[in-house]
């Protein structure tokens, strides 16, 4: 069985940094693409950035420039460094691995961005 576990999440005021950690335990070998999602209240889940076994990334137009994603294949890890918070990124962010076409989702951490 699998499971994603993610940590880093907080308050943090606007301007502000925050870095998620994902990782994942259990019979997972080879993680095609591991990636951030976020549910805002009343919103529905969007992708942030994801990262592929090539190291190819890709992410919202709402976020470049400021979160930054990498990973660790050796430790099953995905990382999201969050820079220059705006109250519009306050959410709930999950991570999600993606490995012989099974997507896994961790259980969420809140991220609030809040003066």
């Known amino acids: 069985q699998v499971q994603l576990v993610e940590s880093g999440g907080g308050s943090v005021q606007p301007g502000g940094s925050l870095r998620l950690s994902c990782v994942a335990s259990?019979?997972?070998?080879?993680?095609?693409?591991m990636g951030w999602y976020r549910q805002a209240p009343g919103k529905q889940r969007e992708l942030v950035a994801t990262?592929?076994?090539?190291?190819?990334?890709n992410y919202a137009d709402s976020v470049k420039g400021r979160f930054a994603i990498s990973r660790d294949n050796a430790k099953n890890t995905v990382y999201l460094q969050m820079n220059s918070l705006k109250p519009d990124d306050t959410a709930v962010y999950y991570c999600?691995?993606?490995?012989?076409?099974?997507?896994?989702w961790g259980q969420g951490t809140q991220v609030t961005v809040s003066s």
């Open positions: 999600s691995f993606y490995s012989r076409g099974i997507a896994y």
């Open positions: 259990g019979n997972i070998f080879i993680i095609n693409v």
């Open positions: 990262s592929t076994s090539e190291e190819t990334t």
